[in-house]
């Protein structure tokens, strides 16, 4: 049920990823959408360390203007911002009302989260990146699946049909992020479009890097086929279940049922917290590996062929011109190991190898995409990893 300050606000089905709404909106996803718990087990919680320092006063440039932490966080419409160092809490902020047990959406960090369930299960022999996906969902035969791999979906290069600019947002009426009135005019549900949507202008595996949320979703109906239970249970058995998690997570459905993994989970900043630092532990958890060493490492092997794809995009960033996307992270520097998980509205996982630095950022920009705001946080992000390191 929404709380007080939401049902106040006029937070409904209908308005909670738009602004201001989305502010109180992204802490009820439960209450306001069907979702299916993600539980995290009877194992103990990963204690986190306290080492707290004030990181506020890091300044850093941006636009040709000095910035600090402590402008950078309400700038970007923070609601959540925990840094750990070597496991440690370094810094643990909540703003506009968020509380340390507060869910939040990952919009599409969710991705990144998916590809990790996706290393566990290759490790278990049940699946390899190079594995068609008709090899495990056959009812795909003859659709523009046919012929893709899931490492085309790890590293969207799938040769589907996708507008950017205006299918990110139809996705979110598809799989019943909000109520809506386009139903006829839209796909009925998310394994519908996965089965009826067009070919693209490029093969599978060739041309420009091309973001595509469904394709996610293809993996993420994949791995539950492999697994063989719902994203939900399976997720909670083979990945949440082990990071030492504080609470249950959550995973967004259809009304169709579908879960809706490219951008759908809820978590607590703390176990988001957990989760980017059993990858910076290269995939160890508090008792055993989640995933190994090896399918981390994987993100961070300088690809020619990522890199060239990412380089002639629409995504290219000129400061970064050896940046590429792999494995759902988006890849700022290989060979520093500088990675980070993102989603709209400026959810982030930053992991800095250098200074063993994670930081899970939880945000409500009031535009998705809002490509400047992406940009303000990733640079303080960056600085202050660079000034513990």
Not at 157 to 186: C, F, K, M, P, Q
Not at 232 to 254: H, K, N, P, T, Y
Not at 292 to 313: C, F, K
């Amino acid at each position: 049920m929404l709380d007080e300050a939401a049902r106040t606000l006029g937070v409904t089905t209908a308005n909670w990823l738009d602004a201001p709404y989305n502010r109180s909106g992204f802490r009820h996803v439960p209450d306001l959408v069907r979702t299916a718990p993600i539980r995290r087990g009877a194992g103990p919680v990963r204690e986190l360390e306290r080492a707290e320092r004030n990181v506020g006063d890091i300044r850093f440039e941006f636009e040709g203007a000095t910035v600090t932490i402590d402008e950078m966080l309400p700038a970007t419409y923070t609601d959540g911002f925990l840094v750990l160092q070597d496991g440690a809490v370094v810094t643990e902020r909540y703003l506009d009302g968020m509380a340390p047990t507060d869910t939040h959406l990952l919009m599409s960090v969710s991705k990144s989260l998916t590809s990790i369930l996706c290393g566990r299960l290759a490790a278990q022999g049940l699946l390899t990146p190079d594995d068609l996906v008709t090899r495990h969902v056959p009812e795909l035969a003859g659709t523009v699946w046919e012929g893709c791999r899931l490492q085309h979906l790890l590293d969207m290069r799938a040769g589907n049909a996708w507008d950017y600019d205006v299918d990110e947002y139809t996705i979110l009426d598809v799989s019943d992020y909000r109520t809506h009135e386009l139903h006829g005019t839209i796909p009925a549900d998310t394994a519908t479009w996965i089965r009826t949507i067009g070919a693209g202008p490029d093969a599978h595996g060739t041309g420009p890097f091309r973001y595509c949320s469904l394709a996610t979703d293809v993996l993420g109906w994949t791995l539950e086929r492999v697994g063989g239970a719902p994203f939900a249970e399976l997720f909670s058995r083979e990945i949440w279940s082990r990071i030492g998690a504080e609470q249950d997570a959550a995973v967004m459905l259809d009304h169709a049922g579908f879960a809706i993994v490219e951008g759908g989970i809820c978590t607590t900043l703390r176990d988001l917290a957990r989760f980017g630092q059993m990858c910076l532990d290269d995939g160890r958890g508090p008792a055993d590996d989640v995933v190994p060493a090896a399918w981390i490492a994987r993100v961070l092997e300088p690809d020619d062929g990522l890199i060239d794809a990412y380089r002639t995009s629409t995504s290219a960033d000129p400061a970064a011109p050896d940046a590429f996307y792999h494995d759902c992270w988006w890849i700022r520097d290989a060979r520093r190991g500088i990675y980070a998980a993102l989603g709209m509205n400026g959810q982030s996982i930053f992991i800095h190898r250098p200074s063993r630095v994670v930081i899970a950022k939880f945000s409500t920009f009031p535009g998705a995409l809002d490509d400047r705001l992406f940009a303000l946080h990733h640079a303080g992000m960056l600085a202050l990893s660079e000034q513990l390191g």
